[in-house]
């Protein structure tokens, strides 16, 4: 059988760290088993928010990777305020923890890069693809965004090759994402960005969300939608496990900013911290990843400052046994009702371990439906406390007696290779 070939359009790939590089690595991997040979197309000169070194040796061997250079405003944007680094991973300062300069920023990304700061890689792009597709056979393309950006050079492709196949992969949506209403835009941009929202959800063939709840809202607005989540990659879930835990370990593995700061677990914790001196003398609260300073200096005025276990940044090899090396998982999503579809990537890799999973989010959210098909934890409003308290108390005990049970089931439905063959199913 003939391989076909499939063109991924995608401003995140490794060197480049975090959770949005993994989703078409993995695909690319897997692809070739199913008759799919992946080519990737890439910036030359990227600004990437995180490195991650090692996720250079998970590019398959023999990939095709075609690179262009890309001019970025953001290099001159750092210089003038060290806080923009944030903004190219979508991070933002909130309420009174804004300075001015965050401020304009904000304005100038939102009113003058529409949709973002990597569209000055869209005219130079549509012009070599469009080249490229004439001299070599493409099945289809896939275009991955955030940055949204990449899915014009998907549109114009299809303006200048109405034949082409286009697949637009939402890995977060565009205007409903959670920080989209703190971009302080101007009437005018937020219309631009929802014509431009709709002009791709209607010209591309298939809309790839990452959730149920994105899937169905694309859905609304015109898009042929369809949900093919994030996963787990098995290869990656072996870890060593240490078993010699000598404490009791809720552990919070990657970035963590303003937005989903789930106050109500501090406050849980530290109240358990001083009526229970059992778990006072057994807990640790440990973070791998970069968390906002503004939580820490919480943190710091309070009970919790001395059960800290504070990582940073780690490689995503070590980030893995980090996790395995954990009693209790935490994840946190943005508290309005618009982000109940955000499903983190992390969260599968979470539930390759078999740990026990503490979420906070909004009510019925997606993350809720899989803890809940999975039997891997609890999902709480950012309003929940009580109840929260109650939760770790129990899984304490269960840890105490040495029965914290691993057995999360019908988890293999999230593996990358499933989801690969999700993927080509959808591509034929």
């Not at 398959?60 to 944030?86: D, F, G, H, R």
């Not at 289809?140 to 949204?148: A, D, E």
């Not at 001083?274 to 820490?296: M, W």
Request: charged share 25%; with cysteine.
């Amino acid at each position: 059988m003939e391989q076909k070939k499939i063109l991924i359009i995608t401003y995140y790939w490794p060197p480049a760290g975090g959770p949005g590089v993994q989703r078409w690595l993995k695909f690319a991997k897997y692809l070739p088993e199913f008759g799919w040979n992946p080519v990737i197309y890439t910036p030359e000169n990227p600004s990437y928010p995180l490195l991650d070194e090692s996720l250079l040796k998970a590019i398959p061997q023999n990939i095709e990777i075609v690179k262009t250079k890309i001019w970025e405003p953001y290099q001159l944007a750092e210089k003038l305020n060290k806080s923009n680094k944030k903004f190219k991973a979508g991070q933002f300062d909130v309420g009174k923890n804004q300075s001015w300069k965050s401020r304009l920023s904000i304005w100038v990304r939102g009113n003058f890069f529409i949709p973002d700061a990597r569209v000055f890689w869209v005219k130079p792009s549509i012009k070599f693809l469009e080249q490229y597709l004439k001299e070599n056979k493409i099945d289809v393309v896939v275009t991955s965004g955030p940055p949204h950006s990449l899915h014009l050079i998907g549109l114009g492709l299809k303006k200048k090759l109405p034949k082409l196949k286009w697949i637009a992969d939402f890995r977060d949506p565009w205007t409903e994402i959670s920080y989209y209403k703190h971009l302080k835009l101007t009437k005018s941009s937020d219309r631009k960005h929802r014509l431009l929202e709709s002009a791709v959800f209607k010209a591309a063939d298939i809309t790839l969300a990452t959730s149920y709840t994105d899937a169905e809202n694309f859905r609304k607005a015109g898009a042929n939608a369809v949900c093919i989540t994030n996963g787990f990659d098995e290869s990656d879930a072996s870890a060593p496990l240490n078993v010699t835990q000598k404490s009791f370990t809720l552990s919070y593995i990657g970035v963590l900013e303003q937005l989903r700061n789930p106050e109500n677990l501090w406050k849980a914790l530290d109240e358990l911290l001083k009526e229970n001196k059992e778990f006072a003398d057994s807990f640790t609260l440990k973070f791998a990843g970069r968390v906002d300073d503004k939580i820490l200096q919480w943190i710091e005025r309070s009970p919790l400052k001395n059960h800290i276990l504070n990582l940073g940044y780690i490689s995503h090899d070590k980030a893995v046994e980090e996790m395995a090396n954990s009693d209790l998982l935490l994840i946190t999503n943005f508290p309005n009702e618009s982000s109940k579809g955000i499903i983190p990537g992390k969260i599968f890799e979470y539930l390759a371990t078999g740990k026990q999973i503490i979420s906070f989010g909004p009510d019925k959210a997606d993350v809720s439906r899989i803890l809940t098909e999975t039997d891997a934890g609890k999902h709480f409003s950012y309003q929940d406390y009580e109840i929260v308290k109650d939760f770790i108390l129990e899984k304490f005990r269960l840890w105490k007696e040495g029965n914290l049970s691993e057995n999360a089931q019908n988890i293999e439905q999230f593996s990358r290779r499933n989801l690969t063959k999700k993927l080509t199913e959808v591509l034929s």
